[in-house]
């Protein structure tokens, strides 16, 4: 099917590839079109395979895992989704995947199901990241000017308030104000401000 999401797997343990190949083209929208052992060979093909979804072990034969992904976000930035397979569950695997861009990074424990939602998932432009990782990796990356723009948004300040409040330019603010919605993953001020009291960035006594 046209529609379908075109996925490539892999993984140098050919019993746990050919699994889940099995049982991922049982889904009507996902189409497993090659799966590889070498990750050498993925290089040279994938430019002409197109992939929309690669499934990757962390561990793989003469290049590591987040380096393979590394190069492949480089190469083909956001349209390519990644999902990494890995039997280990460490946060700080967890924080570079994300700082990579990775859209999943999976436990190999992970069911089938959880992979298949995974799939579907990373497709409509979503990162599965644990939230104790999503918000270490933001709260760390905005710095004390963001924060300082962040808590005035929230209080309803226009830019030109929080400008003269903070003694510096408008554009300045919006400068900040444009970096802390991107860092924060969301879309508008009003996210910003939502996104900010979930991650903790603003606190429950705030307004007290």
Not at 26 to 46: G, H, N, T, W
Not at 59 to 79: M, S, T
Not at 85 to 93: A, C, I, N, V
Not at 143 to 165: F, G, H, S
Request: charged share 25%.
């Amino acid at each position: 099917m046209d529609d379908c999401i075109r996925v490539i797997l892999i993984d140098d343990h050919h019993l746990v590839m050919d699994s889940l190949r099995a049982r991922l083209e049982q889904e009507q929208d996902i189409s497993v079109i090659e799966a590889f052992a070498d990750p050498r060979r993925l290089m040279e093909k994938i430019g002409s395979l197109k992939p929309d979804v690669l499934i990757l072990d962390v561990n793989l034969p003469y290049i590591d895992g987040f380096e393979l992904a590394a190069l492949l976000k480089q190469e083909y930035g956001a349209p390519l989704k990644i999902i990494m397979l890995s039997g280990y569950t460490y946060d700080e695997f967890y924080r570079k995947a994300y700082e990579l861009g990775v859209n999943a990074y999976l436990s190999k424990q992970a069911s089938y199901g959880q992979i298949i939602h995974a799939v579907r998932q990373s497709m409509s432009g979503h990162m599965l990241v644990p939230e104790r990782i999503f918000s270490a990796s933001a709260q760390e990356k905005l710095t004390p000017m963001e924060r300082e723009v962040l808590l005035r948004v929230a209080k309803e300040m226009n830019n030109r308030e929080i400008a003269r409040d903070l003694a510096v330019s408008q554009r300045t603010v919006e400068y900040h104000l444009s970096a802390v919605i991107q860092k924060l993953g969301v879309k508008s001020r009003v996210g910003a401000v939502a996104r900010g009291y979930q991650l903790g960035i603003i606190g429950p006594d705030f307004y007290r």
